[in-house]
């Protein structure tokens, strides 16, 4: 009969907690390490280092975090703990803040910017979405926030991203979408423009509409497309309207025309990365 192993003791459970703790410090140390090649390689870059972020590899690297995931940790911790790591690389590549609209108020917005940027990178409050687009645009590379789902009262604060030189839509929030997200308003990131580093799954357009048609919300679902918010103003209708990448504008204008929409103005708002959802 051959003796039992006895149970490892606290200590030694501990010993074991401290070399991964070890393991781990040392692993983000050296992650830290390649900041200033990061930073060289942005500098040659044609979209330089204004703003370091760069939302489609961010995209890419959460959702590959959920594939990989498993074990009893859960997925809300090691979202934060990346986001947290990937936030303050950038923060230590170029400053910048996160300029966040609290209209919708201040709990859900400060959880988000934390959530998703941490506790280095500064967090200013602004009264409206209006205010958070011309706080981005006076900066150097900051960025802003605005929940999606805005009341109708905020306006159609996209037509202001419209012009070439304007801040654009660079990220959509989370990425890693799912019920009972700890930090899941859905919300829009802006930037200045990021020239060739912006990534274009989908395509945001700031349209304007003498006429609008039931038709044309079907005839955009059927290009993989969406109404994502729409505001009543003095020049008519204006929308905001997701649709994506491989749809060219000439075809989305085509679309909403034969559909029966009467377009005055279709102009490009932004872009993000392609929606990624969990259970
Ligand atoms: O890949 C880059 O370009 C980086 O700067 C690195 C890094 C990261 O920490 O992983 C940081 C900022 C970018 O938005 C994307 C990723």
Redesign the pocket.
């Known amino acids: 009969m051959s003796a039992e192993k006895p149970a490892p003791s606290l200590t030694e459970l501990r010993q074991e907690i401290d070399r991964i703790d070890e393991a781990m410090h040392r692993l983000l140390m050296e992650r830290g390490t390649i900041i200033d090649r ?1 930073i060289a390689s ?1 500098k040659a870059s044609k979209t330089g280092i204004a703003s ?4 489609g ?2 995209a890419s ?1 959460m959702k590959a975090l959920a594939e990989r995931h498993e074990g009893l940790l859960p997925l809300d911790t090691v979202e934060s703990i990346w986001r947290v ?2 936030g303050t ?2 923060y230590v ?1 170029s400053n910048y803040s996160v300029h966040a609209d609290i209209s919708g108020g201040d709990a859900p917005m400060r959880d988000s910017a934390r959530f998703h940027f941490g506790f280095t990178v500064p967090y200013v409050t602004h009264p409206s979405a209006a205010a958070v687009i011309e706080a981005v645009a006076s900066s150097g590379g900051d960025l802003g926030i605005f929940r999606l789902d805005q009341g109708a009262t905020s306006g159609a604060w996209w037509r202001t991203l419209a012009d070439r030189e304007r801040p654009k839509v660079i990220a959509r929030l989370p990425f890693i979408e799912r019920p009972d997200h700890p930090a899941g308003t859905p919300v829009f990131v802006i930037s200045k423009p990021l020239v060739d580093a912006a990534v274009r799954d989908v395509v945001l357009y700031a349209a304007q509409f003498e006429r609008w048609h039931r038709g044309a919300n079907e005839a955009l679902i059927r290009l993989g497309g969406e109404v994502v918010a729409s505001a009543a103003d003095a020049h008519g209708l204006s929308e905001l309207i997701a649709v994506p990448g491989t749809v060219e504008p000439a075809q989305l204008q085509e679309t909403l025309t034969k559909a029966g929409a009467s377009l005055a103005q279709l102009a490009e708002v932004g872009s993000h990365a392609e929606r990624f959802h969990v259970k």
Do not use: N, V
């Open positions: 990061l942005k370091a972020f760069r939302p590899r961010e690297m790591i990937i690389f950038t590549q």
